[in-house]
């Protein structure tokens, strides 16, 4: 269900209450979803398809997309190449969207993302962008409803939150890809802060302007550890070393293994600009007005970057410096990885050697073989083996019939040719003579050897033989 705050003279509420979907949106946007799933039902007839995301949660902002699920039974087959394609052609037929060649992000990721644009009537008057994916359903529903409980039972927090993702849109920290947080990232931020403040023994505070103040104020504490490491949500305290400095890591709630924020490489400067923006509210103080509100949150003045050209530059020279930070990261953690399994054979040889020095003492192999302690000691043990090699040879010649005729081994000596007699090559090239090719008859000799070879005259067919 949405969220509607309730009428009140905060200038913060009100002011986050004007910024989230009108209820023609959100009827809009409940129709959008009624007539994908008639798309979809007759293509996947068991499959279930919710919506996800900040609509269902009642932290959509004005102008937001739908994340759309699409869940099917364990036993179904359904391929990233043919599931996107089919529902491209079919949204198409029916009319949902433009006929445009089909939008798919992450291709070779998990969870690929089908993306396309319902087109506005004169009834709607908006633009609605639609993502669909396909992924298991209950990890999706079990974000939902924990960020649901755990915003719902902190007065305050959501129109904090709605207030929070407005700035970062308008200050161009929205966008993962470039650096930014994202608005998952910053409500993960929301919900760590508020369970690591309560943690520390601290009332929580009541108004959106309490809120705002203490989040932004955490956060821009100059020895805050968060940006060092994985935060965990649920508690909001590091729990490991993060992949790269200065970025906020938190672990995702329901699936532990996936990190969000990894890319927020910008994290830093983000931290520059909510410094300013709480020094401005401390200066206004609780009885902001509302267009002040407004301003701050919805139009951001940034000095540094001006026009769009600007903005894309800056974000792609973000993304690059993430790249870099992440390579570096990952060659730092196989460089260690490469340690740790230098260690690992270390002690693998040295308790290998243990055992076998154990198991010698067990046989009472110890004290037979001696060790050399010096160079005439060691010239002995040599001679003592060379004498007993000596031996073995000698009885297995004794042993083997090998013949001992010291004349006939002189005279294939003296028949082999010594390497000055031996003519080279190219000399014995040049002495012989061309012959032309002639007919090869066999030698008498070879007659005599091989046997006739009798040739039968092809039989005539007789009544007989038939």
Known sequence: MAFRAAPSTDALTNVAASLLLSPTSYFLRSQILARQRAVIEPIWPHSTVISVGSWPTGLALRGSDIDIVISVPQNTIVRTSTWA???????????LSANTPMSLVGRLSPAPVLKYVVPATEDTGEDVAVDVSYQPLGPMVARNDFITLQLGARPGAKEALVLLKAWIKAADFDLPLYGGIGSYGLTLSMVAFLNRYERVGNKLPKTPWAVLTEYLRFYTHPDLEMFRGVVDVKTGVV??????????????????????GEKSVRIMEMVK????LLERLESAGPGIAED???KMFTSIENPVVKTEEEREAQ????????NKARRSAQQKTGNVRVLKMGEKVANVVEKSTEEAAEVSQAEGLEGEVEVPKTEEESKEVVEKEAEKVEEVVEKVVEAVDVPKEEEQAAQVVKQTPKAEEVPKVEETIEATPEVAPEETKPSEEAADVLPEVKTEEPRKETAENR
């Open 315 to 322: 974000r792609m020279l973000a993304a690059r410096a993430g």
């Open 85 to 95: 394609q089919r529902l491209h052609r079919a949204n198409i037929f029916a009319g």
């Open 273 to 276: 600009a909510m410094t300013r």
């Open 239 to 260: 729990q490991e070393p993060g992949p790269v400095a200065n970025t906020l890591v938190l672990a995702d709630p329901v699936l532990r293994l996936h990190k969000v």
């Open 292 to 294: 002040e509100v407004l």
